[in-house]
């Protein structure tokens, strides 16, 4: 949906413009119209003023004259239609500019569903929460959970041992002064750990149930 927004408040923008230009221009030509029936009105008139003995031969004389001119019907005629069209035009310009303002609404609020992370709103828009694309990691294999991997880094505090032979607890505190429990054990991560207690680590790590780390590489 937030791409279909997105191509609306490029493509309405150039489509009410195309609309509007053709209003103009059915406008120039209902004015162009107008004057050459005047004329032609003008020659009737004058037609008339010979040939009638008052103002209701004159006119009927007139009537007359105009409705046998071919060149004066196909002005009427055009006349109709232009006007037709831009009745429809007009109509059709109302209508662009509410979609441009809906689509400009719709985009704000998408903005803000974004920033505040709505679920359900992000949902009708068909978008995903930030906390549902980032734990699209929620496979259970029998106990083992498995989780996307993140860098975490920061400051060794604390070093000791955890419940199993050969694993490493740390405390690392990241520069925003968050502190993540980080277990290492295996392919050197451990040995590597302890041996960064009191300096800065980077850890490659995936989060555990607990809300811990476990760590599969370390730098």
Known sequence: ?????????????????????????????????????KAKEIEALKHAAGNG????????????????DPEYQRLSQEEKQAKARL???????????????????????TAKAIEANHAGALEALE?????????KREKKNGEAWQADWVWIRGEVLELGKGKKPGVVKAVV????????????NGNGTAEKLAARLGSRVAVKAKKLESGNFLAVAVE
Do not use: I
């Open 53 to 68: 003995k008052n103002e209701t031969e004159r006119k009927a004389v007139m009537a007359a004259y105009l409705a046998n």
């Open 173 to 184: 505190e990241t520069p925003e002064g968050s502190k993540h429990v980080v277990y290492a």
């Open 87 to 109: 009745q429809e035009l007009e109509a059709k310009v109302e209508v662009v500019k509410a979609r441009v303002k809906l689509t400009r609404e719709l985009l704000h609020l």
């Open 127 to 135: 978008l995903e929460a930030t906390e549902a694309r980032q734990e």
């Open 1 to 37: 949906m937030l791409k279909g927004l997105v191509m609306e408040a490029v493509s309405l923008p150039e489509e009410l413009e195309k609309v509007l230009l053709e209003v103009g221009e059915v406008r120039s030509r209902l004015a162009e119209l107008e004057e050459a029936k």
